[in-house]
């Protein structure tokens, strides 16, 4: 198997340098009230939504990040012979299920591609299906995790929507606009106008963020999907000679 270069550590430790940054400007957003402003204003609850959403997907991709570098790391054992389990204990294990947390996949995969290859007239296409099954499995978070992306700034598109509803309605039920009220009447505006401003801008920097996460993710996938394609090739060279 072809030595993987031994830079998988990268994308785990861009994760939390990004995340070490976000974490530090929240302390500043909450050191200088930002973001007790942020909470008194915003009469939808859509900020705690959407920073709910955005922990708990940090972690998903965090714990992603983390996964497919210990698999970068096994691959880079193996081509160098340090891998702690003999080939040969290594049986298929089915079809990869697909689900939020990962799996093991260079193990698995080895099994599935010597199985392919194991007296089978057709083993190229039952090895190509195999790493697209694979490739899949592990380009799902991805997917999954640019979908949440999308869904933080239709919450903050939302958010903004609640806000001129919020806006309109105390035009509706407030005083009547007069040359001396004024003031009273843009008070009663603020809380739609909070509501608006601050889902908005917090959707976005949320789903800003969170893309930076998946783009990592995102890169290290396909750093492994070409170890599983070099991989194949390499076991099926050492089944035919």
Known sequence: MRSTPAHYHQFPLLWILLMGATALATMVAVDQQYAAAMFAADRSYLCIVILIFFVFFSCHAGLHTR??????????GKADGQSARSDEAETPSGLPRFGLHPRETIGPFM??????????????????QVIEIYADRLRSPVELGWFFVDILIRMGLIGTIVGFILIFASL???PKPESGNIQELLISMSGGMGTALYTTLLGLLCA??????????????EELVAVLINTSRDVDAGATS
């Not at 099994?111 to 190509?128: D, L, P």
């Open 111 to 128: 099994a599935e591609v010597r199985h392919a290859t194991s007296g089978q007239a057709n083993k190229e296409s039952s090895i190509q």
């Open 172 to 174: 509706s039920t407030g």
């Open 208 to 221: 800003t963020i969170l893309g930076l996460q998946y783009m990592i993710l995102s890169r290290s996938v």
């Open 67 to 76: 996964s497919v570098a210990r698999e970068l790391e096994t691959a880079h």
